[in-house]
């Protein structure tokens, strides 16, 4: 059973930064990255599977990038120009693993 463990979340301001890290302890085939804001039902916002082919959901899309370093067995989500409405838990999915969830808080 793969493990996966999060980091570099945070709380940053309107407009600003942030990259979610995910690392496995096994070979990943398929991931994504996914959030849950408080009250809402979680959401899968950007995929990547073996060949780095990526996908995204209209709101990040041109704000997010998802990549992964398969020699470091790494899933990254780069979140620029973040909004108020971004703010949410984040969870790493790989193939049928999840991570622990990390929280993103955009605020002034």
């Given at each position: 059973?793969?493990?996966l463990v999060?980091s570099?979340?945070?709380l940053?301001?309107?407009?600003g930064?942030?990259?979610?890290?995910?690392?496995a302890?096994?070979?990943v085939n398929?991931?994504?990255?996914y959030?849950?804001?408080p009250?809402?039902e979680?959401?899968l916002?950007?995929t990547?599977?073996s060949v780095?082919?990526?996908?995204?959901?209209?709101?990040?899309?041109d704000?997010?990038?998802?990549?992964?370093?398969?020699?470091?067995?790494t899933?990254?989500?780069?979140?620029n120009?973040?909004k108020?409405?971004?703010t949410?838990?984040y969870?790493?999915?790989a193939d049928?693993?999840?991570?622990?969830?990390?929280?993103v808080?955009?605020s002034?």
């Open positions: 059973q793969v493990q999060e570099g979340g945070g940053v301001q309107p407009g930064s942030l990259r979610l890290s995910c690392v302890s096994g070979s398929f991931a994504g990255w959030r849950q804001a009250g809402e979680r959401e916002i950007a990547i599977n780095h082919r990526t996908a995204y959901i209209d709101s990040v899309k704000r997010f990038a998802i990549s992964r370093d398969d020699a470091k067995r899933i990254f989500l780069q979140m120009n973040l108020p409405e971004d949410a838990l969870y790493c999915k049928t693993t999840w991570g622990q969830g990390i929280q808080t955009v002034s």
